[in-house]
C-alpha cells in the first residue's frame, strides 16, 4: 500500500484505519520496534508523523504478508534493507525467521461459525 500524507499529524483511530490493525497491535509493536517512536500531546494522546506511519506500513508487510517473526522483522528494518527487495534478493527457503503459513483466506470462516451457532440456537428455540 503506498501511504501519501495529508497532514503533519495522526491519531490513532486514523493510523488503525490506514495501516488495518487495531490499536492495541500498534502500542505493541512500538514496545517491540525501538524505531517507532510516536510522540504524545499535551493531552498524553499518540501523534503519529508520515515517517512514523511508513514504518508502520512496512512493519505489517514483513508480519502479515511475508511472515516474520517479531524479531526477524525487527532485525530486517535495523538491517535497512526494504521489505520487498529483501522478498526478491532470497528464494523462500532461505529467509530466516520466517513462519511458513499457507495463504488461506479465511474472512467467511468466522462468519460460518456464527452463522452456524444462530442457527442452532434458532432450532432449540422452536422447540421449546
Known sequence: MVFVPTKLYYKIGEVCKIVGVEAYVLRYWEREFAA???????????????????????IRQLLY????????????????????????????????????????DRSAEPLSKVRTELENILTLLDRG
Not at 510516536?38 to 498524553?44: E, L, T
Request: glycine share 8%; hydrophobic share 25%.
Open 65 to 104: 504478508q511475508q511472515g516474520y517473526t517479531i524479531a526477524g522483522a525487527r532485525r530486517q528494518l535495523s538491517s535497512g534493507m526494504p521489505a520487498s527487495s529483501e522478498a526478491s534478493s532470497q528464494s523462500p527457503g532461505r529467509r530466516r525467521n520466517r513462519i511458513h503459513r499457507p495463504q488461506v
Open 36 to 58: 517507532l517512536t510516536p510522540p504524545k500531546s499535551r493531552a498524553g494522546q499518540r501523534t503519529y508523523r508520515p515517517k512514523d506511519i511508513e514504518l508502520l506500513l512496512q
